[in-house]
């Protein structure tokens, strides 16, 4: 059973950048309530679509530098890579069919 990995900055390039799969990338912090509300979603969709894609999951709090990196102004904000690209984004709290809409236009 696959389940949202958490990334960091010394882990961000092999998990997401090399990923062999599209990989979602939540950033997210404790005290946020629609990231709280967003992480069920998330652990469901990394199970229904294991091997197909990855979850990671970004504390914006212990992890500044890689938010700053990627411009996150509001959380949560959720990017999609494959091949090693950013190939789309939303902010907020979504519905898990739309998030799964977004997955698999890029699977």
């Given at each position: 059973m696959s389940a949202p990995i958490d990334v960091t900055q010394g882990t961000f390039k092999s998990e997401v950048i090399e990923?062999?799969?599209p990989v979602l990338v939540d950033f997210w912090a404790e005290w946020c309530?629609?990231?709280?509300k967003l992480s069920p979603l998330l652990d469901e969709i990394a199970q229904e679509l294991e091997g197909q894609v990855k979850v990671a999951k970004v504390n914006v709090d212990n992890e500044r530098t890689l938010g700053a990196m990627f411009q996150v102004m509001s959380i949560p904000t959720v990017l999609l890579f494959k091949d090693g690209k950013k190939v789309d984004e939303f902010v907020g709290l979504r519905p898990k069919n739309e998030i799964l809409q977004r997955v698999q236009a890029h699977a």
């Open positions: 990923s062999s799969t309530g629609p990231c709280k």
